[in-house]
C-alpha cells in the first residue's frame, strides 16, 4: 500500500507529490493522459514542439513560490528561467497602439502619465491602490484566526473594500479613460475575464505578481515538468502511472479506501490527494455524500475557455516584426468589455482580441523547432458550449468552424504584425475549448478552474480539506491559477499535512 496516491499530474499535484518523496513517503501518481503537467504539459508534432497552455510565469525569483519549491527538492541550478523584458514583457497593442508593461509599478505609472497628462489623477490613484493592495497582501495570514479576523478593519482595509468589486467598478470610481482602462487590463486573457466581471483583486494580484518578475524556463516548460516528475520517479517505492484515468472513488464512512480506474484496477493509500476539478473529485467520490453546506462549496461557475492555434515558422524573423522576448496582446479597439461579450456571448471571432507568444525568442535552447525557424503561439477567449455543441452535431461543423477561426486569425497577424505569414507556416495546429476537456480533463474546457470573479474569489480557494477525513484537493480551485499559484497550493498543503503528522 502507498503512503499517498495522488490523483492527476498538473503542476499542485506533481507539487506535493514531490515534496511527500522527498521526505520519504510513498508516492502514486495517476494520471488519465500520456503525459504529466496538466496544462503545463507539452506535445510533439513533427519538428515542432508546443506548451498546451502555459506561455510565461511569475514567481520563479529566490524566495518566490517555484523557487523555493525547486531548492526544497534540489533542483534550484539544474531548472532555471529567462527573465523577459524588465522594460516591457508584455507588449499592449490597443487600435494599432502599443504600450509597454515594464517592471516596477512606480515605472509603469510615470509613463503612462507622461503619455496621458490629462489621465494623471486617476491614473495615480489606480497605482497607489496596488501598492497599498499589496502591501496589505503581504500581511496576510496562511490561515486566517478570530484574532485576524477581529483586526482585518485595522490591517486590511482596502482588502475589505475592494473584496466585491469588479475591476470595472474601480474604473468607474476613479474616472478612468477607456483607451486606459484597455491598456491596463491589456493582460486580461491572464485571468479570461473582461473588467466588468473579473475580481478587482485578483486583476491586482496578478499585476503585482508580474510585477515582480515575468519569466520563461530556459530549457522549457517540459524540462521544468520532466525534473520535477522526474524527482518522484527517482525516489524509492514511487511511480508515476500514465494512461490511468481514474473513474471511481471508493468510499467507506468517512474515509476513501481505493481508487478505480478506466481500466478496472484498484489502487489504495494511507491518504488520497485529488489534483482533479474539486466538483469533479466529488462526483467521484459520490457527492450525495457530502454535507449540503459542502455542496454548496463545490458548485461553482467555471472559467471561461479559449481558442488557442499553435504554429511553426520557417524563413523569417520575428524580431522584424515586432516580436522578441516578450509577449504581444492585440486588441482591435479600447473596449474589452464588449470584445469578450461578442466572442464568448454571441460566439463571434472574426475580430478578436489575440495573445500571442514566441518561445524561441524567450529561449534559444534547442528543442522547440529546428534551429533558426521558431514557435508562434495564439489565443483568445471563446464559448465551450458553442464547440461542443458543434463536435457533437454529425458532419464537419466543428471542422469547419475551427478553419474559420484559425483563418481569421492567421488574416488579422497578416494584416497586422507578420506579412505573408502563411507563406512561412510549416506547421499549423488549433485547438478548442473541447479539446481542453479531452487531453486535460479541464471540465467546459476551462482555463483557470472557477471563474476569477468576485463570487468566484469569495470561494474557500486556500482551504485544501474535503468532507473525506483522508481526501484533499490541491489545483487551482483550492487555490489559485497559474504555475506560480498551483505550485503555491502544492506547499501550502505539503507543510500544513506535515505539520499534522
Known sequence: MYDDLILGTGMAGLTVAALLANSGRRVLMLEAHDTPGGYAHSFAMGKYRFCAQVHYIFGCGEGEPVHRLLHRLGLAEEVRFNRLDPEGFDQVVVGGERFKIPNGLPKSRDRLIQRFPDAARPLARYFATLIHLREETTRLPDRITWRDLASAPLRFPRLLRYKNWTLQEYYDHVKMP??????????????LL????VSFLLHVALVCEYDRGAYYPQRHFSHL???????IKDRPGCRILLEHEVTGLDVRGDRVVGVRTKSGEIFRARRYISNIDPSTTMRLAGISRASRASKKRFDYEYS???FTLY?????VDLREHGFGDHNVWHYPHDDINRMYRVQVQHHDLSNPWLFMATPTLHSDAPGLAPAGEHVLEVATSCDYEHFRRLRDQPGRAYTEEKILV?????DIIEANYIPDLRKHMVMRVAGTPVTNERFCRAPRGNAYGAALTPQGMRLPRTDNTTPLSNLFSVNATAGYPSIGGTVSSGLRLFDRLVAEQ
Open 178 to 191: 477607456r483607451k486606459l482602462q484597455a491598456v491596463l487590463a491589456g493582460q486580461s486573457g491572464d485571468y
Open 194 to 197: 473582461p473588467p466588468e466581471q
Open 225 to 231: 515538468v520532466d525534473s520535477v516528475a522526474d524527482s
Open 304 to 306: 471561461t475557455s479559449n
Open 311 to 315: 504554429l511553426g515558422l520557417r524563413g
Open 406 to 410: 484559425r483563418d481569421r486569425i492567421l
